[in-house]
């Protein structure tokens, strides 16, 4: 089922289990897949798993980050410990249940303590971007998650620089903060809270362990509530694909205030009695030599990167043999996630292992949502074609049903979340089928029609916006608004692109009128997108819009003029007088490539 990499050379052993798929062709055009291969249950709440590992293999170490030139290391049975005597502290602080603790912290050590120690006695964690807090960031942000998740504590890694975002807070400016580092007056240094007497396991499977906000990417974000249940059954998912009875190692940046950091790397770690090496390094230029530095020093069994850090790494990897030697040196499994990878970066990673172990290394890719634990589907096979959603994880259930000209997923399984956190703290059902299916609101398809067995392949969103290479999601729709009002009417219309890109891209309409005035000798739409006032005025625009972008996602790296109208025949213009994203990229696939071509020709802008 491997990809054509115009490699030969044998894969290296992965382990994977047996799976068993059972498939369903429906009558009215939906197909059914069912992964009916046992997986354990042993685990039922987040710190059942440490438990155990601390009560077998209490000097395996479970999490490390960086000190200085060295790491320092916790092991099972010194996280236990500490989780069991913090749980104490946060009891005693009134945190429970119904009292979440809000965490505003990059990963680390301190951050994976205290979330274990609040999950512990059935408190939730919401744990938020630490962007959220830094100077310069928009506040509505931290308004809009303080006011859904109504923090009883807040734990941060600067209170220092937390400080100023807290204070004006309408909500958080009255609750305690605990600090890791630089506590100021009237916050709580972590290192100080160290109760004598420790706490055992109350947690049931069924109370919130954790609010995960998502993207916000079709309106305001919401809190997913993530069960104990339901994090530790997705965990137990992902370890029935393998027959590997050793415990991984695994060096990772995702961050935990996303369902993949936090379920499918940390927890999923600690599941299977394995060490995390935290990475602070992120995927572009610039950040990405501290993943390197780390990589040169921990070979991981297994890893974990977005597309974009991935072509980063192949980069470094055909220059640093070294690098190479020590990262194949005992990997057996390579994942991506949060958006598609290229084929030539997967056959670029390929081509180095051979080189340095004489073997591929089989390429995954997981699938899913924070609803859905994340991982609803996965490469469980050895396989090297970038691309693949996978199949249903053990005890999942993927329905594809006809949505217009495309098939929605549709999943139930025991890692789907029950909802999402109401403002009032009451529980806001999720979007589900006839037949109790979770929506995903994507699209996907078979990769062989003939052979539901060769797994799915993603078919873009049934909504407009999309993701990066990067893994950021764009609103596509909010974006085309501040474009075009930055661009002072010059502009009729964009369509918003850069679906796995490195960066946003405009196919933009003209408005002859305004932009006659600029080039009133141009003689026509095509007279004028080849105008260099024109092209002038619409790329200040850009960089105005740029100018006040806050990330990447908000930001338009290149645009590319048209020299025509929306179709209103064909649908790209609707009847309500709007363009149809999806469909105007589809017909215009041909100016898609040149915006985004390596080596793009005169008429794009590249700003």
Same mark, same amino acid.
């Given at each position: ?510 408005? +002859? #009128?305004?932009?006659?005035? !600029?080039?009133? =000798? %141009?003689? *026509?739409? &095509? @007279? ?10 619409? +790329? #200040?625009?850009?960089?105005? !819009?740029?100018? =006040? %972008?806050? *990330?990447? &996602? @908000? ?53």
């Amino acid at each position: 089922m491997d990809g054509d990499t115009g490699l030969t050379a044998p894969f290296r052993e992965p382990l994977y289990a047996p799976r068993s798929i059972a498939v369903d062709r429906r009558e009215d055009g939906a197909l059914v897949l069912v992964n009916t291969t046992p997986w354990s249950d042993r685990f039922s709440t987040t710190n059942a798993a440490l438990d155990h590992w601390a009560g077998t293999t209490p000097d395996r170490n479970v999490i490390a980050e960086r000190d200085g030139d060295g790491w320092r290391i916790v092991t099972f049975g010194q996280a236990h410990d500490r989780i069991s005597r913090l749980a104490t502290d946060l009891k005693l602080m009134g945190l429970g249940p119904d009292r979440p603790l809000m965490i505003l912290a990059r990963n680390s050590i301190d951050h994976a303590l205290i979330a274990y120690a609040a999950m512990r006695i059935g408190c939730p964690i919401a744990p938020l971007s630490p962007q959220y807090a830094q100077p310069g960031a928009d506040p509505t942000r931290l308004a809009h998650a303080s006011a859904l998740i109504r923090p009883s504590v807040v734990f941060v890694e600067d209170g220092e620089a937390a400080a100023a975002a807290i204070a004006r807070d309408p909500v958080l400016h009255a609750v305690p903060v605990i600090a890791s580092r630089r506590a100021r007056p009237g916050q709580m240094a972590f290192a100080s809270l160290d109760a004598a007497t420790p706490t055992d396991n109350e947690a049931r499977p069924d109370q919130i362990a954790k609010l995960l906000l998502t993207s916000g990417s079709t309106g305001k974000p919401k809190a997913v509530i993530c069960s104990h249940a339901t994090v530790s059954f997705n965990a137990a998912q992902i370890e029935a694909c393998y027959e590997d009875r050793d415990p991984p190692v695994v060096v990772n940046a995702a961050p935990w205030s996303h369902s993949l950091g936090a379920n499918a790397i940390l927890h999923m770690v600690i599941h299977r009695g394995g060490t995390l090496y935290i990475d602070h390094g992120q995927p572009v230029a610039g950040r990405f030599e501290e993943t390197l530095r780390n990589l040169r020093e921990i070979a991981p069994t297994y890893h974990n990167m977005v597309p974009a850090g991935w072509a980063l790494f192949a980069d470094a990897l055909e220059a640093d043999e070294a690098l190479a030697r020590t990262f194949f040196s005992r990997v057996r499994v390579i994942q991506y996630g949060g958006a598609g990878l290229p084929q030539s970066v997967c056959d670029r990673v390929q081509a180095a292992a051979v080189r340095s172990c004489g073997h591929r290394i089989s390429f995954a890719a997981g699938y899913g949502s924070t609803e859905t634990g994340p991982t609803a589907c996965n490469v469980h096979w050895i396989n090297a074609r970038a691309g693949l959603c996978g199949l249903p994880t053990p005890g999942t259930t993927v329905k594809l049903a006809p949505e217009g000209e495309k098939l929605e997923v549709r999943v139930k399984g025991p890692q789907i979340s029950p909802g999402y956190r109401g403002e009032d703290g009451g529980l806001i059902p999720l979007s589900v089928d006839e037949e109790g299916y979770y929506r995903l609101g994507d699209a996907a398809k078979l990769a062989d029609p003939a052979d539901p067995l060769m797994g799915l392949v993603f078919d873009g969103r049934l909504v407009e916006n999309f993701k990066l290479a990067s893994g950021t999601f764009v609103a596509a729709g909010a974006l085309r608004l501040s474009a075009l009002s930055a661009m002072q009417g010059l502009a009729a219309d964009a369509v918003v692109c850069g679906e796995g890109q490195d960066g946003v891209g405009l196919l933009v309409f003209l408005n +002859a #009128e305004r932009c006659s005035a !600029l080039a009133p =000798e %141009a003689d *026509g739409l &095509s @007279a004028l997108a080849h105008h260099a006032a024109v092209k002038a005025a619409l +790329a #200040e625009g850009v960089r105005r !819009l740029n100018a =006040e %972008a806050r *990330g990447g &996602s @908000a930001r338009v790296t290149r645009v590319l003029i048209q020299r025509d109208t929306p179709d209103l025949r064909s649908g790209e213009l609707t009847d309500k007088g709007y363009i149809n994203q999806a469909l105007a990229r589809s017909r215009r696939a041909d100016d898609l490539a040149r915006l985004f071509a390596a080596q793009p020709d005169d008429e794009v802008m590249a700003l």
